[in-house]
DNA sequence: GACGAACCTGGCTT
DNA sequence: AAAGCCAGGTTCG
């Protein structure tokens, strides 16, 4: 059955799709290029998504369920965040710092999406000491084996993120370990073990309802989730937008463009990880994180 | 409590 | 060709 097409306004400069669904923050987009048809993929909230962007407007098929242009324009401007002013904010951490004033004149655009937080815990723990490509590819194997299909588009099957359950299997680490999961098998399968144990509704809507430094102390309780996978987890599912996550990347342009006193070395330590965010969250405000995507 | 080493795996570099 | 290096860090000692 052929899905109609429906339309988001939303100027580009707002939200451009290459820079947001590109750069490392979800896992589960693919670009496609036909000709100069280009669109992406994408799963989210159990609907596979395709998406087409001009300079005024997002248009965009919608499969996993019925509904109408409205209720998918809510879902759509939510996992966005479109209701935050991107020019806005841009500005005013232009006129804080002319680094920022630099990247922003080169890139625009690019948001903080607001992730389905089941599908990020353990998107991130597989994150880790990893690169994307492989993180892209066992994200992909554990949507296919332990979550449900949604639909078929052109012979290629969709599935959904499994739920937390589907993860607490008895057989899951083994599973993972024979797909190549290595070492992360078994922090994916204990994590979701810990989580099921306390009751999956209970755990995450606690998680939610916590404020930043908690919810972080309590995503750091789960194996295989550090502080900067926590933070990760904490800016792009829950909404706190102080968070920054200091990966290496962060941490070498930190030192090199910020905080020239900072130490050399080949992992960042705690009192360097706090000193950075920090750094960040006093220059730019509450909404730090939300700037962390062109550091 | 603060470091540094070890860590699965696969792709890319010597 | 085989070894070495590295990638959104975390765990362990």
């Not at 359950?165 to 290595?182: H, I, T, W």
């Not at 904490?234 to 920054?244: K, W």
């Amino acid at each position: 059955m052929v899905k109609p097409w429906f339309r988001l306004i939303c100027k580009r400069e707002q939200l451009q799709l290459l820079g947001t669904l590109n750069g490392g923050q979800s896992f589960r987009w693919k670009f496609i290029d036909l000709e100069g048809d280009k669109k992406w993929i994408g799963v989210f909230e159990k609907h596979v998504w395709i998406l087409k962007q001009n300079d005024d407007e997002i248009s965009y098929q919608v499969y996993g369920s019925d509904n109408d242009e409205k209720f998918y324009n809510n879902m759509l401007a939510n996992y966005f965040q479109l209701n935050l002013d991107l020019k806005q904010h841009f500005a005013e951490w232009s006129s804080k710092d002319p680094i920022f004033k630099k990247a922003a004149n080169q890139f625009y655009g690019i948001r903080i999406l607001n992730q389905d937080l089941v599908e990020n815990i353990f998107s991130f723990i597989c994150s880790s000491n990893n690169n994307i490509s492989r993180i892209t590819s066992m994200v992909e194997k554990l949507a296919l084996l332990f979550g449900e299909k949604i639909c078929d588009i052109d012979g290629q099957v969709y599935f959904s993120f499994p739920p937390v359950e589907a993860l607490a299997q008895d057989d899951v680490e083994s599973v993972l370990k024979k797909e190549g999961f290595g070492y992360r098998a078994k922090y994916i399968s204990e994590s979701a073990k810990l989580i099921t144990k306390e009751g999956v509704g209970r755990w995450l809507e606690e998680l939610k309802t916590l404020p930043y430094e908690e919810s972080r102390t309590k995503l750091i309780t789960l194996t295989g989730i550090g502080p900067k996978v926590s933070d990760c987890i904490c800016l792009m599912s829950l909404r706190h937008l102080q968070s920054i996550p200091v990966d290496t990347h962060v941490y070498q342009i930190a030192r090199k463009f910020y905080m020239h006193s900072l130490p050399k070395r080949k992992t960042v330590t705690t009192k360097i990880y706090k000193d950075i965010g920090d750094h960040f969250r006093e220059l730019y405000g509450p909404l730090a994180g939300f700037s962390f995507v062109l550091i």
